[in-house]
């Protein structure tokens, strides 16, 4: 059985780009959430989606921004990058009323 | 709002027992987990306890909760070198669906 799978698995961008991350849960996951690494925060939620609805949400700016699609794959967008977006962002998936949550490699972005 | 602690670092020596503790604030979380990160990888979901148990035993794994005090401890038996790894502690409240908040992760070295 597939697990979470994250791409692109690292990506450099400069400040003032945007970059689009890809979040595919495992078959029959209906929810996926998104957090953010760091070593000064440490992980973070963004938000969390559950048949392509927006269900909770951390406490980001409006720069972040996710969707989810028919099939739950799900996408993350963060717009004018700045040098303090670089980090590890993982994905995570469950089964609805599920205990666990399986996470993704993550995608480590760096921004310059 | 929710807060979880967890000292930084562990260092025990292979075949002894390691005890990783972490303390959350929010009285009303419904489920406690563990995740293990390796260098360069996710989370690997390790255990996960309902708040209304006070002991899981999953092979080398004892999980302890006091309800009370608000603690949680993961427990490894002959701890391997392969156990080395960051161990992070998180919680899931009632009413937040999806959202989990982490604990800052405790470094665990196993020293030969």
């Known amino acids: 059985k597939a697990g979470v799978t994250q791409t692109p698995r690292y990506l450099i961008k400069t400040r003032g780009q945007q970059v689009t991350l890809s979040c595919s849960p495992i078959?029959?996951?209906?929810?996926v959430s998104w957090y953010q690494q760091t070593p000064g925060q440490g992980l973070q939620f963004l938000f969390e989606?559950?048949?392509?609805?927006?269900?909770n949400k951390g406490n980001f700016p409006g720069r972040f921004s996710g969707r989810q699609f028919s099939n739950s794959r799900s996408e993350m967008n963060v717009s004018t990058l700045e040098l303090g977006d670089s980090a590890l962002y993982l994905c995570?998936?469950?089964?609805?009323?599920?205990?666990?949550?399986?996470f993704g490699s993550g995608t480590r972005l760096t921004v310059v | 709002g929710e807060d979880v602690e967890q000292s930084l670092f562990l260092s025990v020596r292979e075949g002894d027992s390691s005890v990783i503790n972490c303390t959350y604030t929010d009285s009303s979380s419904t489920y406690l987990y563990w995740y293990k990160q390796e260098p360069g990888a996710g989370l690997q979901l390790l255990t996960y306890i309902f708040s209304n148990m006070d002991m899981k035993q999953d092979q080398r794994l004892t999980v302890l909760l006091n309800k009370k005090d608000k603690h949680l401890s993961l427990r490894i038996a002959d701890t391997q070198t392969g156990d080395s790894a960051i161990y992070f502690c998180a919680e899931r409240a009632t009413g937040t669906a999806s959202k989990l908040t982490f604990g800052t992760g405790t470094r665990l070295q196993v020293t030969l």
């Open positions: 078959s029959g996951h209906r929810s």
């Open positions: 989606y559950f048949s392509e609805t927006q269900r």
């Open positions: 995570a998936s469950s089964l609805v009323g599920a205990r666990g949550y399986t």
